[in-house]
């Protein structure tokens, strides 16, 4: 049984299809990333990265379909990598 990486494992919704930034080395032409703000992967991010890192951010889960990684996506704000979503 295959597992559809674009489905977020920790709020089980679907991922946006998401144009990576020209300007990064992140590899990959697009990814999957979860964009649900109430997320708990997201959501507890903020407390985790303030108290391990001292710094004010989260992170996404995101699927590269290139490379086949999944993984954490840095976001300083709610809003932050909304503007690269692919509209299917």
Same mark, same amino acid.
């Given at each position: ?43 507890? &991010? ?7 890192? &001292? ?7 995101r699927y590269d ?5 999944? &993984? ?5 704000s709610k809003d ?9």
């Amino acid at each position: 049984m295959s597992v559809d990486k674009t489905i977020c494992p920790h709020c089980g919704q679907k991922m946006a299809k998401w144009r990576t930034p020209e300007q990064t080395t992140w590899g990959g032409y697009h990814w999957y990333v979860c964009f649900n703000d109430e997320c708990r992967y997201y959501v507890r &991010g903020w407390d985790h990265m303030e108290k391990t890192m &001292g710094v004010k951010c989260s992170y996404r889960h995101r699927y590269d379909p290139e490379s086949g990684n999944c &993984g954490p996506m840095p976001v300083y704000s709610k809003d932050m990598g909304r503007e690269c979503i692919i509209e299917d």
